[in-house]
């Protein structure tokens, strides 16, 4: 749509499902109406017009009737009136009445009032007819005279227009321009003409540079922007004028305007790779991301910087700038903060990673002063990450940094907790000189975890690593602490017994008596019937891991087990004392077999799962036997195990990062061109077929990929839209460009008639929208045509676009005819690409995503890689299970998959699928797929995906 067009629908709004005005009825109206009434009139019309209604008749009653009025409201629509009606006749020539109005627009170029004389002057900058515009221009060369600056600006960009289309009109444009932007004294005028010199003639614009730049720093920021737009393609076009203007580039970064002082940095840098160019370019960004406002804004900026350092040369200028950008840090948007120090973490040198780490350690700090729970929670969960990456990338600072850190162990923000254990759990295991350290942290802090995922994987980090006799009796003394008194069943019920009597006590004489079913007497005590008091206050005073017991959560029950199983071994090899081993021994087998007898009780609120059951049941026998294998299971290969899955997850990470690597360029533009007429055979002599290779160069396929199924090619993309015997033909390539998707729309004619005001009609389904209404067109016998048509696209779901193509026959009936158009389905495989996560990531997405589909694996594929395979290559998704875990022969599957959409959406999938045994080479694969995301489309769509690429073309 034209901004004409989108203009008038503006001004109009008119509804389609208005009654159709016949043209009498509308030059009635105009010609007898009052001004209102003229109003709508004409609004009618441009409407009509718009839709691919002539109406010559009207024209002459509207030039006669309505052009000489004074009404605003009317010299509005008339502005876009003239724009959009046809001003020649059908062999081309200009219309008569066309002079009338060309006498008309030179009497408002010359009207007192400025705001008319404006809107004409920017109404001529879009005719495209010479003829009317000659006349014109001794009144639009005055108009740079005129007193008011909105009336000259608008002067300068008629004549620059005019100018651009038809310079015969105007040939002295670039001197008059001149002499008036030397005398001239607003800032927008100004801009306007110097504008129009840059891309009119540009060695005036340079002329006039060189006269005042040394006062460019006083200049408004409108005009400084095109100043910095010139020396960038001056200097582009040719690199020896950049010492001519370096100067005047680095006067504008202490410009009073943002967006100078920003182009002027990327300006600079695009001229100039100097150590100290770079640094001030760099500096200037950070200073335009510390001061602005915008959110937005610093994101972009960022970007910018982040661009910088992808050039090695200018990372290095970065890396002493690294103490600047982390004054980021205090913008208080998530993302920026998060940016921020993903880019600090890459720029970080031996030389200054004690300042990074001491100055995000008071960040850390800061957090617990902040006033947003949430907020402060995530950003120290973004700390803490960072710190990680820090102590890894930088062993020195570890020290320094994990005992700080295990104070957060304690956090109400549990996924804080976890990354601070995380990154306790990945130190320990790397660093030998911080494991007493780490461990005296640990046992100082246990006390003060709250969260019982925290609790699991502390108890675990204290069974792995304790080494000392004195250390593995803390552990135990930790543990009996958080249980309380042992056996626990036999305790909660002496006290429940004694919260019983006292409530029996204190409600003497209040019990109320019920009949049972046999008839008999049973008295209920005010105990039992209170469900929340007395049995809230029994839960606060419960030691942490009792009460995770008690609320059936067993599977810490199960790590409290292999953590006393793995200590009491090794107290064993320690101990030399036979009473004290045994001792120690008994006392992990009593608190193991107290929690089973917990599990099996009825008391928890839930019993004991047969997992956790035979875990404890494992390590229970694992004490009392001490078997040679049972100590190598719980010494050394779980401590493996974890060491194999850091290094993988170490691998994961490096190759999800973007590769720096530039794109080799197959062939140069000075190459010589192979004509395959002049040659028959390849390099090693073996022909070829010459007809094979055209056919692939025609659908899109390089030379040297003979081999590839031509349906992955171009071609693919393209939609038959109508049948082959429809009147018209239509055909549309479907090409996806990031946020928009363009229709290339190829329309034949079919018929031996003309076709008149043929209009292709397009709407959507889904969350697309049409950007612009295409334009009607004609179409002569068997001729054909292309038409393009725009669809933005704002989230990844499925989305169809349908429409039909009208149109009226030459000399026909006068009826509009119709074709209706086949449906085109937007992939959403466009808009997914692979992402890689943690598996901390993982599940906490898992969890917090609410929509949730579920597929059923209904397949021809027999084999359960081949299965996981090409479900990875038909939903564009990354298996994030390690290679290892998928490897060898079973009869089951799991594995889970990650995603991103361009518009930062993320989607989750869960295989799990087996095949029974004994079902050979052939038997069915089954099982199902589970699909989380956080938008209802995403998961929907990527389900519809699944479902029909399951099966496998044979």
Same mark, same amino acid.
């Given at each position: ?247 005047? =580039?680095?006067?504008? *970064?202490? $410009?009073?305007?943002?967006? /100078? %002082? ?6 600079? @840098?695009? #001229? ?52 600047? =950008?982390?004054?980021? *840090?205090? $913008?208080?948007?998530?993302? /920026? %903060? ?6 600090? @973490?890459? #720029? ?56 700080? *850190? ?549």
């Amino acid at each position: 749509m034209t901004a004409a067009e989108s203009s008038c629908y503006t001004l109009i709004n008119y509804p389609i499902e208005n009654e159709s005005v016949t043209e009498a009825k509308l030059k009635e109206d105009l010609e007898k109406g009052d001004t209102a009434t003229k109003v709508t009139a004409l609004k009618k019309v441009m409407y009509n017009i718009l839709n691919g209604e002539k109406m010559p008749g009207v024209l002459m009653t509207i030039i006669r009737f309505v052009l000489p009025l004074k009404d605003h409201m009317i010299k509005k629509l008339l502005l876009i009136f003239w724009e959009i009606v046809p001003k020649t006749q059908p062999d081309g020539k200009l219309l008569h009445e066309m002079i009338l109005v060309c006498d008309a627009y030179r009497k408002d170029l010359e009207h007192p009032n400025e705001y008319i004389r404006g809107s004409t002057l920017r109404f001529l900058c879009k005719l495209k007819e010479a003829e009317l515009l000659e006349p014109l221009m001794p009144a639009i060369r005055g108009c740079l005279e005129h007193r008011h600056s909105y009336v000259r600006r608008n002067a300068v960009m008629a004549i620059y227009t005019i100018y651009r289309n038809f310079d015969f009109l105007i040939p002295d444009a670039p001197e008059l321009v001149y002499g008036f932007l030397e005398k001239e004294q607003d800032a927008s005028c100004k801009r306007n003409a110097f504008m129009m010199l840059i891309h009119a003639d540009q060695e005036r614009a340079l002329e006039y540079l060189s006269t005042c730049i040394d006062q460019v720093h006083s200049f408004g920021d409108i005009l400084q922007l095109v100043i910095v737009e010139l020396i960038y393609k001056v200097c582009i076009a040719n690199p020896s004028e950049r010492s001519r203007f370096i100067k005047c =580039i680095y006067n504008l *970064l202490n $410009s009073s305007s943002n967006a /100078v %002082r920003y182009e002027a940095a990327g300006t600079l @840098v695009t #001229l100039s790779s100097a150590p100290t160019a770079v640094k001030a370019a760099a500096t200037c960004y950070i200073d335009l991301i510390v001061k602005e406002s915008d959110n937005n804004v610093k994101l972009i900026v960022l970007d910018r910087l982040i661009k910088l350092k992808e050039n090695p040369a200018h990372e290095k200028v970065l890396q002493d700038l690294v103490m600047d =950008i982390l004054r980021v *840090l205090a $913008s208080p948007d998530l993302e /920026v %903060r998060k940016k921020s120090l993903e880019l600090v @973490v890459d #720029l970080m040198t031996a030389r200054n990673c004690e300042e990074v780490v001491l100055l995000l350690r008071k960040e850390v700090n800061k957090t617990h002063t902040e006033g947003d729970q949430d907020e402060s929670g995530n950003y120290r969960q973004i700390l803490v990450r960072t710190l990680h990456s820090c102590s890894v990338k930088f062993p020195e600072v570890a020290p320094s940094v994990v005992p700080m *850190l295990t104070e957060f162990l304690g956090d109400t923000n549990e996924q804080a907790a976890l990354d601070v254990l995380l990154f306790i759990r990945e130190a320990i295991q790397k660093f030998d000189t911080l494991k007493t350290v780490i461990i005296e942290k640990l046992l100082e802090s246990f006390h003060t975890i709250k969260s019982i995922k925290i609790h699991r994987h502390a108890l675990w980090i204290l069974g792995e690593y304790c080494i000392r006799a004195s250390d593995i009796q803390s552990v135990m003394n930790e543990i009996k602490t958080g249980l309380g008194e042992i056996p626990i069943v036999d305790d909660e019920l002496k006290k429940e017994a004694g919260e019983d009597s006292e409530a029996h006590e204190d409600s003497k004489g209040s019990g109320q008596k019920l009949v049972t079913a046999d008839g008999t007497y049973a008295t209920q005590s005010a105990f039992t019937s209170k469900t929340g008091g007395a049995g809230a206050k029994a839960d606060d005073k419960r030691p942490p891991l009792r009460t995770h017991l008690l609320n059936g959560d067993f599977f810490v029950g199960s790590a409290i087990g292999s953590t006393l199983t793995k200590l009491a071994l090794r107290f064993i090899e320690l101990e030399k004392d036979q009473m004290k081993q045994n001792k120690f021994c008994a006392e992990a087998m009593l608190i193991m077999a107290s929690i089973i007898h917990l599990g099996k009780s009825g008391l928890p609120k839930k019993a004991i799962s047969e997992d956790d059951l035979d875990r404890l049941a494992t390590c229970v026998k694992a004490l009392a036997e001490r078997k040679q294998l049972l100590k190598e299971i719980f010494g050394k290969l779980c401590r493996s195990a974890v060491s194999v899955m850091l290094e993988e997850n170490a691998q994961i990470l490096d190759s999800g990062k973007p590769t720096t690597e530039k794109k080799v360029i197959a062939n140069q533009p000075d190459d010589s061109i192979s004509f395959l007429q002049l040659f028959a055979k390849s390099d090693q002599g073996v022909a070829e077929d010459q007809l094979q290779l055209s056919l692939l160069q025609a659908i899109g396929n390089p030379i040297s990929s003979k081999e590839e199924d031509p349906k992955t090619s171009k071609l693919s993309k393209v939609a038959q839209l109508t049948g082959f015997s429809d009147p018209i033909y239509a055909e549309a390539y479907v090409n996806v460009n990031q946020y928009d998707i363009v229709l290339d729309v190829l329309i034949v004619n079919q018929t031996a008639d003309t076709l008149q005001n043929v209009t292709l009609e397009l709407a959507t389904l889904g969350d697309l929208k049409l950007v612009e209404k295409p334009s009607p067109i004609t179409l002569a016998p068997h001729d054909f045509s292309n038409i393009k048509a725009s669809v933005k696209v704002a989230s990844t779901e499925n989305g169809i676009i349908f429409g039909n193509i009208v149109y009226d026959v030459s000399g026909g009936s006068g009826d509009r005819n119709c074709v209706v158009l086949n449906d085109i389905h937007i992939d959403i495989m466009d808009y997914i690409v692979p992402a890689t996560c943690t598996d901390n990531e993982f599940r906490s997405m898992w969890a917090e995503f609410e929509w949730e589909n579920k597929i059923s694996v209904n397949t021809n594929i027999s084999g359960l890689r081949e299965y996981l395979d090409h479900l990875v290559s038909s939903t564009n998704m990354k298996c994030l299970t390690p290679e290892k875990a998928l490897s060898g022969d079973c009869g089951f599957m799991a594995a889970n998959f990650y995603a991103r959409s361009i518009f930062g959406e993320d989607a989750l999938a869960n295989l799990s699928i087996e095949k029974p045994l004994g079902s050979g080479p052939e038997g069915q694969v089954t099982g199902h797929v589970r699909i989380r995301a956080k938008s209802q489309g995403m998961a929907l769509s990527l389900g519809d995906k699944i479902n029909l690429s399951q099966k496998k073309s044979s």
